[in-house]
T-cell receptor, first 114, second 114 residues
Framework: AQKVTQAQTEISVVEKEDVTLDCVYE???????LFWYKQPPSGELVFLIR??????QNEISGRYSWNFQKSTSSFNFTITASQVVDSAVYFC???????????FGSGTKLNVKP | DVKVTQSSRYLVKRTGEKVFLECVQD?????MFWYRQDPGLGLRLIYF???????EKGDIPEGYSVSREKKERFSLILESASTNQTSMYLC?????????????FGPGTRLLVL
């Protein structure tokens, strides 16, 4: 079974705070891919990152960083020094051997207040 | 940049009407997808297509059909719209041939069925 769980439905922080969005996945595939997308109020999902199951190296891109841990089946996303423009719904997704299917989490709504 | 466009951002229809949602991508992607997004449920796959005139059912195909006559265009059809089809509809496209290809999304269509 393939499943992605984002237990945090909504998070509110004040600008400049750091925030971590959790993503836990389930899969029996040995090769799989994990994704994060951002959905601002405008509605379009914007691709942020893709990770394959053989690369556990953490990644940093500006204020964004991702922590991939196979031991805990987690792929968490941290925003450092959050800004109002980070306010959005964030989705984590999993793609396994069947490339046609993405399994999305239910999303985490992030509110960054000035 | 990948560009996925959808014919309408907002649509209001009456119960029983036939509804067409159009999606066009300009990156020569083989795969195209239709999702619906509902609060708390994340994105659920309705149909996808990996080639012209080819289609596969996703997780929630009931009440929907699709058409792909040209590579760049993928249409979602609601044969007889019902109020429970009020939702946000998202189209996506991706390359075929490797696992874990990133899906790129359009801006979405918010459909209200009265």
């Amino acid at each position: 079974a393939q499943k992605v769980t984002q237990a945090q439905t909504e998070i509110s922080v004040v600008e400049k705070e750091d925030v971590t969005l959790d993503c836990v996945y389930e899969t029996r595939d040995t090769t799989y891919y994990l994704f994060w997308y951002k959905q601002p109020p405008s509605g379009e999902l914007v691709f942020l990152i893709r990770r394959n199951s053989f690369d556990e190296q953490n990644e940093i891109s500006g204020r964004y960083s991702w922590n991939f841990q196979k031991s805990t089946s987690s792929f968490n996303f941290t925003i450092t020094a959050s800004q109002v423009v980070d306010s959005a719904v964030y989705f984590c997704a999993l793609s396994g051997y069947n490339f046609n299917k993405f399994y999305f989490g239910s999303g985490t709504k992030l509110n960054v207040k000035p | 940049d990948v560009k996925v466009t959808q014919s309408s951002r907002y649509l209001v229809k009456r119960t029983g009407e036939k509804v067409f949602l159009e999606c066009v991508q300009d990156m020569d992607h083989e795969n195209m997808f239709w999702y619906r997004q509902d609060p708390g449920l994340g994105l659920r796959l309705i149909y996808f297509s990996y080639d012209v005139k080819m289609k596969e059912k996703g997780d929630i195909p009931e009440g929907y059909s699709v058409s792909r006559e040209k590579k760049e265009r993928f249409s979602l059809i609601l044969e007889s719209a019902s109020t429970n089809q009020t939702s946000m509809y998202l189209c996506a496209s991706s390359l075929w041939g490797q696992r874990g290809e990133t899906q790129y999304f359009g801006p979405g269509t918010r459909l209200l069925v009265l």
